[in-house]
């Protein structure tokens, strides 16, 4: 077991309504915050507008950024930066799913830096110690950002795409209402699911000898497939939309990896690729990528693929190699079953493009920190997901 230090100061308040408390919350840290969305959803759901009712009424004053892609570029967190400074705000309230969540703690440093926010993301400036303080009402459950210090952004113009962390920008408050999620369209709610597994998965393949987290993810896993096959069937249904939150908040928030190293996460960087160039939803994206991760990496992973076959799918076979297949299938059947992509033709993605996929992963110099990656894994695995 690897030594391990546990911190998550993020408040949680679940359930219907709870964003009747926002003011109250928010009123600890200032007067006047910066309101940070994306593309319109939640002005169409009048998600905003409630928002804005209740700042009104309780004089908690207001400025709002509007345009975070999915996929989020680090020159729209340089423009709200400066539309913060402008208005020196006190805090923000980020509207949204992963994208703006990320795009708002990318703000949050960057309020007071007086360098480019992406020189955090390049390690180029020195960690921040300060940020302001961030409250979230989460849409779309997915990426766990919600209740945790990470943030991931791009830059299409050099095709990098870099991930940061740092313990100041753990929110503050998260808002999980199950309700905001019931209009997410079913690929999106897909995509969702396929990352919280692959969260599940980054940190399972850390360094460590962690049975009881072992135990949670596969716990975790094996609940997303339950719930995330329910959901096909009826997708309003509050009780699997908050499961399905809930289970992707845990699946990112620093219990899984108890015990372990940090994970191995080389998934994510091959993913990163596949978001920079092609523009492909963060989700679909992994389900392609993770197959053929596994694939490439069996040999050396079969006694624990052996267990998620065990404890996910109940396979009770005992010869290792055989039940590490079936893992792999079965996982590559659930994606399947949501319609997530498993093959990068099925993203419209092509073979002749390969060279320019490779050259990606080296400029961003894509590994894992448990199972290194080089140009001939490169090469392997993109034949994999093909």
């Known amino acids: 077991m690897e030594n391990f230090q546990y911190y998550n100061p993020t408040k949680i308040l679940f359930g219907k309504d709870v964003i009747d408390q926002l003011c109250t919350e928010a009123s600890v840290y200032g007067k006047k915050c910066i309101i940070i969305i994306g593309q319109g959803s939640v002005k169409k759901s009048g998600l905003y507008a409630r928002v804005l009712s209740l700042m009104n009424i309780s004089g908690l004053e207001h400025v709002t950024f509007e345009g975070v892609k999915s996929n989020p570029l680090y020159q729209d ?9 402008e208005n020196k705000v006190d805090l923000i309230v980020a509207i949204g799913g992963g ?3 990320d795009t708002a703690k990318a703000v949050a440093m960057g309020f007071y830096a007086d360098h480019s926010v992406w020189d955090f993301y390049l390690q180029k400036a020195p960690r921040p110690t300060k940020a302001l303080p961030l409250l979230n009402i989460l849409t779309l459950a997915a990426t766990g950002t919600e209740m945790n210090s990470a943030t991931v952004l791009q830059d299409t113009v050099s095709g990098m795409k870099k991930g940061y962390s740092a313990p100041c920008l753990f929110p503050k408050v998260s808002f999980l209402d199950p309700t905001f999620t019931q209009t997410v369209p079913l690929n999106y709610t897909a995509y969702g699911v396929a990352d919280l597994i692959s969260h599940s998965l980054e940190q399972f393949f850390g360094k460590g000898d962690a049975p009881l987290s072992d135990l949670y993810t596969a716990s975790v896993i094996k609940l997303a497939i339950d719930y995330g096959l329910k959901i096909r069937k009826d997708p309003e249904n509050f009780e699997y939309r908050s499961q399905i ?11 899984l990896k108890a015990g372990k190293n940090s994970g191995d996460w080389g998934v994510h960087g091959l993913e990163h690729t596949l978001s920079v160039l092609y523009d492909i939803p963060h989700g ?3 389900s392609i990528v993770y197959p053929a991760w596994l694939k490439q990496h069996q040999p050396q992973i079969n006694a624990k693929l052996a267990f998620l076959a065990k404890h996910v799918f109940e396979i009770q076979e005992t010869d290792e190699v055989l039940a590490a297949n079936i893992f792999i299938t079965q996982l590559e059947a659930f994606f399947t079953q949501i319609e997530t992509p498993i093959r990068l033709n099925q993203a419209d993605i092509h073979i002749n493009d390969q060279e320019k996929i490779i050259s990606n992963f080296k400029l961003n110099k894509v590994t894992g920190s448990v199972y290194p990656l080089g140009e001939k894994e490169y090469e392997e695995i993109l034949a994999k997901m093909w």
Do not use: D, H
């Not at 967190?77 to 400074?85: G, P, Q, R, S, V």
């Open 77 to 85: 967190a340089e423009e709200a930066i400066e539309l913060a400074k």
């Open 99 to 101: 994208s703006v969540i």
């Open 245 to 255: 939150m809930w289970l992707a908040t845990n699946a990112l928030n620093g219990t």
């Open 284 to 286: 679909a994206g992994l």
